[in-house]
């Protein structure tokens, strides 16, 4: 197991984004991590960097407790967050570098250009940041998460934003990425989830509703359409 | 934590901001140094460069916010804090990274002021007439002065996402360390801890480096009040809820 959530909450006040839940994952699946706006899925998964602090329950990737052993954690994860942060003043190369030295990577050059080649920015390796359009921010969103080679990688909405040809691009590269990884990652696209994911994860209210591989899912509610499985579950 | 720390100072060096800072600044001491009749060595008469070590305090106090201001709250507007903390370097390497960049963009503003010293060492009579010591003594006394204030400004940052709110603290929290714990031992009321506000005071401190006497008390007290700012901005980092 490369993921192990147990009783994982947070508070905040008396709202409970995140309502103990639990669940693991396995290596060279992806797990589709779904559920309405405000469900608790970024929440969730920045309890998995370590980036927040659980209000109860632990997280462990890879063995390591997201809390206790936070700096092996942040090494053996790669994230992408909600909306791709990015330094926008930083060239795309000049970013990636960056990146990979905070790694301390010893071939940090070839990585970098390994690792461009691998998410398709060839043609804008040269540029600014803020030059470029949103699907390749998003590549470059992808390519930081990557560049070293994490065991676990855990995608905050990947495709949100991208036109078709895009989405067809990322999604290749995502499902060629699950291979060997365990990848985490959420959306709303329940067309993405069935041609990704090997397991789904429905989440309500800070709740699981559901956790099962698709075509379980679609046996246990009769149901052919994830979309309506998704709004059963959660409406 | 390297490249950490590169990566902020080229951010700094790329932003037209950093220059016009520095730039103001030397502008201004230049013109108030050497060109305004009131405070001009030229027109003081003694080869000393006392009445710039009174004013730089007066000018780091706007240099120094500007230049710290956005170093915490950009990443908290921007949503890039994220990308720092998830990777392998601890909250304090981002801090001393981001402390360590400013610091040597406040280097960058004082070099060139150096010229000042050997002008004035020209103009002595004879050439090279200078009190020496309380020269170097002062530049340590501004070096440990913009210090506090950096770290003062590294916290301001860290509390707010407005850069502008960011600064004005800054600035404020600075001014009530440098001359207002002066101010209030004079305050007839406080006479009986007069020594204690006097004692946490920077200009207190700063003024005795700048005899040229380096005391250990001066030293202990610039780095505890660095070290007190910096834990402070750690606990917010580390206590996020953004």
């Given amino acids: 197991m490369s993921i192990q959530v147990k009783g994982l909450a947070k508070h905040y006040g008396q709202q409970k984004a995140v309502d103990e839940i639990s669940f693991e994952a396995k290596p060279g699946k992806i797990l589709g991590f779904l559920g309405p706006n405000g469900a608790g899925k970024s929440t969730t998964m920045k309890m998995l960097t370590g980036y927040l602090k659980p209000t109860s329950g632990t997280a462990k990737l890879c063995g390591f407790d997201t809390q206790m052993d936070s700096l092996e954690v942040r090494r053996i994860m790669g994230y992408l967050p909600e909306n791709t942060p990015l330094y926008t003043d930083m060239y795309v190369q000049e970013f990636l570098l960056f990146v990979a030295n905070t790694y301390q990577l010893k071939d940090a050059a070839l990585r970098v250009k390994e690792t461009i080649e691998k998410v398709g920015l060839d043609p804008e390796q040269h540029k600014k940041i803020s030059m470029l359009s949103k699907g390749y921010r998003q590549r470059v969103g992808l390519a930081q998460a990557i560049i070293h080679q994490p065991k676990v990688l855990i995608l905050d909405e990947p495709t949100s934003g991208l036109d078709p040809n895009q989405l067809t691009d990322i999604r290749e590269l995502i499902k060629n990425l699950g291979k060997d990884k365990t990848v985490i990652l959420s959306t709303h696209i329940m067309q993405e989830v069935e041609a990704l994911c090997d397991e789904v994860i429905i989440i309500n209210k800070g709740k699981i509703v559901a956790n099962a591989t698709i075509t379980e899912l679609k046996n246990e509610h009769q149901m052919t359409s994830l979309e309506d499985i998704f709004r059963k579950l959660t409406s | ?242």
């Fill in chain 2, 1 to 242: 934590m390297y490249a950490v720390f590169k990566r902020e100072l080229f951010s700094l060096l790329n932003s037209l901001m950093a220059y016009i800072t520095i730039g103001v600044f030397l502008l201004a001491s230049g013109l108030l140094l050497w060109f305004f009749p009131d405070t001009s060595i030229l027109e003081y008469g003694y080869a000393e460069l006392s009445s710039f070590f009174n004013l730089a305090p007066f000018l780091f106090l706007f240099l120094i916010p500007a230049i710290t201001m956005r170093s915490f709250a950009e990443e908290r507007r921007e949503g890039t804090y994220i990308l720092l903390a998830t990777r392998p370097v601890t909250d304090w390497q981002i801090i001393l990274a981001k402390y360590l960049a400013c610091f040597v963009l406040v280097l960058f503003a004082l070099i060139p002021t150096l010229i000042y010293c050997y002008s004035v060492s020209k103009l002595a009579l004879p050439a090279g007439n200078i009190d020496t010591g309380a020269i170097i003594g002062s530049y340590i006394g501004l070096l440990l002065l913009g210090a506090s204030f950096l770290a003062v400004g590294i916290f301001a940052s860290s509390i707010t996402k407005n850069q502008v709110v960011a600064f004005a603290i800054a600035v404020f929290l600075c001014f009530i360390a440098y001359s207002g714990f002066d101010a209030m031992s004079q305050i007839f009321g406080f006479r009986a801890i007069e020594n204690i506000l006097l004692s946490l005071s920077v200009n207190e401190h700063y003024q005795s480096i700048s005899r040229g006497v380096l005391d250990t008390r001066d030293l202990v007290y610039f780095l505890s009040f660095i070290i007190a700012f910096l834990g402070l901005t750690k606990l917010v980092i580390g206590g996020r809820k953004w």
